[in-house]
């Protein structure tokens, strides 16, 4: 970006904004010289700082790494409209995500990536695991176990989510095990444990549960 004025910083000081109802008008009150070989220029509007929280979401079900979370507070004052953006961590571009304001918590959680420094493994323990007939029915037992190692040199909080089958049929039954102490979502199965892990330290999180059906029938568990 070009201008006209020495010593005057980026436009964000020299901009007013006014949100309507269906959008936000910008006023720059600062000249701008744009060459006009095609590339395109970045302007910057509007600076904020907010306050934010940051976690670790990990549900290594889906995915065995670890991604870091800001949740920012503070942001209903600023007019933020909702809208793709780019989000850089430490001077880099690390994620592109959908920023949704239309939401109506006082909350917003920011993707800012994967981090290596937090290392996840997730193992069925096949020696505590079973499956067995018993009369016309069979019965699947499983136990899981999750490793969580924070290889970084400060704690990290981080959020680990997994989840238990849930059954609509009748003849399919499902019964809980031992779930070390998560929070239990019982309309949908999940999982949620929430802790502080010290730098280096590991944490293991195992649940069970088994699965009661008719023999003839074919359940995937």
């Known amino acids: 970006v070009y201008t006209d004025q ?3 910083g980026n436009a964000s000081a020299h901009t007013t904004a006014q949100q309507n109802v269906i959008n936000m008008e910008f006023d720059i009150n600062l000249s701008y010289t744009i060459p006009s070989n095609g590339k395109a220029r970045i302007v910057s509007l509007k600076e904020t700082t907010l306050a934010a929280d940051y976690n670790y979401l990990i549900i290594p079900k889906l995915d065995t790494d670890a991604f870091l979370l800001a949740r ?13 953006a780019n989000i850089y961590f430490g001077n880099s571009l690390v994620a ?10 006082d909350t917003l959680s920011v993707s800012l990536g994967r981090d290596k420094g937090i290392e ?26 999750i490793e ?16 238990i089958p849930v059954s609509t049929d009748n003849s399919i ?3 809980a095990g031992d ?3 998560a929070e239990l979502n019982e309309l949908t199965g999940m999982l949620t444990w929430r802790k502080k892990l010290k730098a280096k330290d590991t944490q293991k999180f195992r649940f ?8 003839d029938r074919r359940v995937d568990i």
């Not at 920012?72 to 793709?84: F, M, R, S």
């Not at 592109?96 to 918590?105: C, E, Q, W």
């Open 6 to 8: 020495l010593n005057a």
């Open 72 to 84: 920012i507070t503070g942001w209903e004052d600023q007019g933020l409209l909702p809208g793709n």
């Open 96 to 105: 592109r995500t959908f920023f949704n304001t239309t939401t109506f918590t």
């Open 120 to 145: 996840v493994a997730r193992t069925m323990l096949k020696d505590k695991s079973s499956n067995k007939v018993i009369g016309s029915d069979r019965k699947v037992e499983r136990v899981i176990e």
């Open 148 to 163: 969580v190692r924070n290889a970084r040199s400060a704690t990290a909080e981080i959020i680990v989510m997994d989840q």
């Open 173 to 175: 039954k499902v019964n």
């Open 179 to 181: 779930l070390s102490g």
């Open 208 to 215: 069970s549960f088994d699965v009661t059906y008719p023999k």
